[in-house]
């Protein structure tokens, strides 16, 4: 009898204590003015892949060495599709990875790359994520026609800078 009392008591406590606790909000969504700088720090880095131009990329990257990168890296043989995932960490490796990528080399065929269902969420004042779909279109054949970015940005000097990209 005395467990079944007991068992009540904390049934009761963790029921009251749950009902009224308020959740913690980790994110809101973003003010659409900083949708907007979103956009178009988006819109921005399209045009620059559209020229082939990965210093202009780079741009928008923080100049950080805590600054990441996920990349896919086909043919590895470590998952389901036969390729691996890879980190790379800060703006040095960044921005290697960039200059050696074949979308970058003259004569590729870059197929024409835009930012669609963009939501943005406000992580703290100066920081948010970025969630996107991307559909390419045209360009040379091996690369993906449809992909989905994820992004932290962080708002340096008025200009928000991917800390975080994973774009797959």
């Not at 204590?17 to 909000?25: E, L, N, T």
């Not at 045009?47 to 996920?70: C, K, W």
């Amino acid at each position: 009898m005395r467990v079944d009392r007991l068992f009540v008591l904390l049934l009761l406590l963790t029921g009251c204590s749950s009902a009224g606790a308020a959740k913690p909000q980790l994110s809101t969504p973003a003010a659409p003015s900083v949708v907007q700088e979103v956009e178009a720090m988006l819109t921005h880095t399209a045009d620059a892949y559209a020229r082939g131009d990965y210093e202009r990329i780079m741009q928008h990257f923080h100049p950080s060495e805590n600054t990441t990168l996920v990349i896919y890296a086909p043919g590895d043989g470590t998952d389901a599709h036969g390729g691996r995932h890879h980190v790379l960490r800060g703006i040095a490796a960044i921005r290697q990875f960039y200059a050696d990528a074949p979308m970058f080399k003259e004569g590729f065929e870059r197929p024409k790359l835009a930012y669609r269902d963009l939501v943005v969420s406000q992580l703290a004042p100066n920081l948010v994520n970025a969630i996107a779909s991307i559909t390419m279109e045209g360009g040379d054949s091996r690369v993906p026609r449809h992909a989905m970015a994820s992004l932290v940005l962080y708002k340096d000097q008025g200009q928000w800078r991917v800390m975080h990209d994973h774009t797959q």
